[in-house]
């Protein structure tokens, strides 16, 4: 089915932010209800899904929450100093880290299939562009493997290197290091995450308009590939870093400020769930949790709508054959490739 596109909005002044922002608010006015509507289910079943799996996690790691007890009684009772390890914790944690992204990823699949629709509906009521289910549901695949495939990408060469300058320069025991300390093998070696970090940084920016261009009709590999080719222009490396970036440091200011406010319910879920099962330091990390979790969720509901329909819209604009000439000669090449 050929993508449809917004023409209510036509660039025919020299601003194209406005000109998108415009389009953005346009779309997010019209269609409030079915967004809300959709932000309010995925953020609901999301916030569910995630408590259900936190208490699971929970249950599963009692053992250690009972040895950290134990062994913090017989440090009391042998009058010394108790410093627990969490070393066990972090492994549970970073074993379960991929469930709780897919969670992300799947929340976030949903709410782009339904933003990328009200775009590509533009103009027309609601009921006619934005409330098909079943086509929102045939796209979650390909948007799943969008996100799957552009992490992979992003961050398999930041952890590579990571873990490779950490065997040679980190400190191990009863280990001689590889390399001389202070040394430049040393330096670069040790340098190296922060550059991986920094190309890891420029690939994401090369493959944000992935997911929009999944929801439109592409394919995982096909939708990295337009993204690609979209924003390696002159018009779409601006625009797109353009727009990232407030919408980043407003998903970061979001999440700072609710996590600060949620901090009143860390003591009194402590409290409640020491009382409850007689275990401190499974009601301390619980305490540390839940104001994260409230944070994540209020920031995805206020961010995520603003976030896929901003990209959905410029997606829909660097690939419509209604930007100016400067711009379509810029992006013809790529997107005839």
Same mark, same amino acid.
């Given at each position: ?19 998108? !922002? ?6 997010? =006015?019209?269609? =409030? +209800? ?24 929970? $249950? ?8 950290? @007890? ?9 009058? %010394?100093?108790?410093?627990? *390890?969490?070393? *066990? ?6 074993? !379960? ?12 699949? $949903? ?10 509906? +533009? ?7 934005? =409330? ?17 495939? @552009? ?22 025991? *009863?280990?001689?290091? /590889?390399? *001389? @300390? ?21 690939? @994401? ?58 901090? /009143? ?25 839940? /104001? ?6 209020? !920031? ?16 829909? =604009? ?8 400067? %711009?379509?000669? %810029? ?5 005839? +490739?």
């Amino acid at each position: 089915m050929p993508t449809q596109h917004d023409r209510t909005v036509t660039p025919t002044s020299g601003s194209p932010r406005r000109g998108l !922002t415009a389009t953005t608010i346009a779309v997010l =006015r019209r269609h =409030r +209800g079915a967004l809300a509507g959709a932000t309010v289910r995925v953020v609901g079943l999301s916030g569910l899904a995630a408590l259900l799996m936190t208490t699971a996690i929970f $249950a599963l790691a009692w053992p250690l929450f009972t040895h950290m @007890r134990n062994q913090r009684i017989w440090y009391h009772y042998a009058e %010394d100093p108790y410093l627990h *390890d969490h070393t *066990d914790l972090a492994l549970v944690a970073l074993c !379960t880290l991929p469930l709780f992204l897919l969670l992300l990823g799947t929340g976030g699949a $949903a709410l782009q299939a339904v933003c990328s629709r009200a775009v590509a509906a +533009g103009a027309r009521e609601p009921a006619q562009g934005v =409330r098909s289910r079943a086509s929102v549901t045939a796209r979650l695949r390909p948007l799943l493997a969008v996100y799957a495939l @552009r992490g992979v990408i992003v961050w398999l060469l930041p952890l590579v290197v990571a873990l490779v300058a950490d065997s040679l320069t980190g400190y191990h025991l *009863d280990t001689p290091l /590889p390399l *001389d @300390r202070g040394s430049w093998p040393y330096t670069l070696v040790k340098a190296s995450p922060v550059a991986a970090l920094l190309v890891a940084a420029v690939l @994401r920016l090369a493959l944000t308009l992935a997911p929009a261009a999944a929801a439109d009709g592409l394919g995982a590999r096909a939708a990295l590939r337009r993204s690609w080719s979209l924003t390696w222009t002159r018009a779409g490396v601006v625009r797109v870093l353009a727009l990232a970036l407030p919408l980043a440091a407003l998903t970061a200011g979001v999440l700072r400020v609710v996590v600060q406010l949620a901090l /009143p319910l860390r003591p009194l879920v402590r409290t409640l769930l020491e009382q409850a099962t007689g275990n401190f330091f499974a009601a301390y990390y619980a305490g540390i949790l839940v /104001p994260v979790l409230v944070g994540i969720l209020v !920031t995805a509901a206020v961010a995520l709508p603003i976030t896929c329909t901003a990209f959905a819209a410029l997606h829909d =604009r660097l690939g419509s054959p209604l930007t100016s000439p400067r %711009d379509a000669g %810029d992006t013809a090449g790529p997107i005839a +490739g």
